[in-house]
């Protein structure tokens, strides 16, 4: 088949155009902020690791619980990075995406090891192989969430009124806070938190790709409040300070469980208003 001269002068100037195309200038502070998450979580990998090495129960149960601290950190970071590009009006598609895959690493990749690690340094209800599994749930469902998320989020309000699923820094904050719980109790790591956490996990990794709505506790929280409400936050706020240990894990479950319970409650009202 014969070639028209136009066609062929026209493939170049294709194919130059397409390996012209580049991102713009990386902003860097958002970045910096945004890699200060994957650093941690990397770093908590870490510490599992040098747990799973150590034959000592009470340097194992510490290094478990300063991984857990080190994904609260990066929890910080991920809060951070976003209000940090808006502020300095550096908001970007690449940051997004670079925001994505440091949250699969921290999120994911992490809790699921710390998950695992736990679960192999010590006899449980449950064997290797299901830790595995569970671990390989949570981070399937950790990835599936954040996928989902780039695709169906909009820039209009009330797309970030609601997370639809569990956002996953809140299920990587119950199996961190769970595990710093575990070693608080038990020097040795051996608590009954320790022989919860395998449902808590599987129920995480499950909470992630469902649809069920959490509210935005970030934007709920700037809004203006009742004195009432003012007088309940600064009480859970004394609490927080009295009993940190418990009151953190206790939150991150609640919040975790806030789905599941605000689905029954909007399925109900409807049918209890019609019968009044």
Not at 122 to 128: K, P, R, S, V
Not at 214 to 243: N, P
Request: include cysteine.
């Amino acid at each position: 088949m014969n070639v028209s001269p136009e066609s062929q002068r026209a493939r170049p100037s294709e194919t130059s155009r397409s390996t012209k195309k580049r991102i713009r200038p990386v902003q860097v502070l958002p970045t910096l902020v945004t890699l200060g998450n994957l650093i941690a979580g990397l770093i908590a990998m870490m510490k599992c690791l040098a747990a799973a090495a150590t034959t000592d129960a009470l340097v194992r149960t510490e290094l478990q619980a300063q991984a857990g601290g080190l994904l609260f950190l990066a929890m910080v970071f991920d809060a951070v990075d976003g209000k940090v590009a808006r502020m300095t009006g550096q908001t970007s598609r690449f940051g997004e995406q670079v925001d994505s895959i440091c949250d699969v690493v921290s999120f994911g990749a992490a809790p699921a090891l710390l998950f695992h690690q736990l679960m192999t340094s010590g006899e449980t209800f449950i064997g290797a192989r299901v830790a595995v599994v569970l671990a390989s749930v949570y981070i399937a469902g950790a990835a599936l969430r954040l996928a989902r998320f780039n695709i169906e989020t909009t820039s209009d309000e009330d797309s970030h009124r609601w997370f639809k699923g569990l956002p996953a820094p809140a299920a990587a904050a119950v199996v961190a806070s769970l595990v710093i719980l575990n070693a608080d109790i038990d020097a040795a790591g051996d608590s009954w938190v320790r022989h919860g956490l395998p449902w808590a996990v599987g129920l995480c990794g499950l909470l992630m790709v469902s649809r069920l709505r959490y509210v935005h506790l970030t934007l709920w929280l700037f809004k203006r409040k009742s004195f009432t409400t003012m007088a309940v936050i600064v009480g859970l706020f004394a609490l927080f300070a009295m009993y940190f240990e418990i009151m953190v894990p206790l939150t991150c479950v609640a919040f975790a469980a806030s789905g599941p319970l605000l689905a029954v409650f909007t399925r109900r009202t409807p049918a209890t208003t019609a019968q009044n």
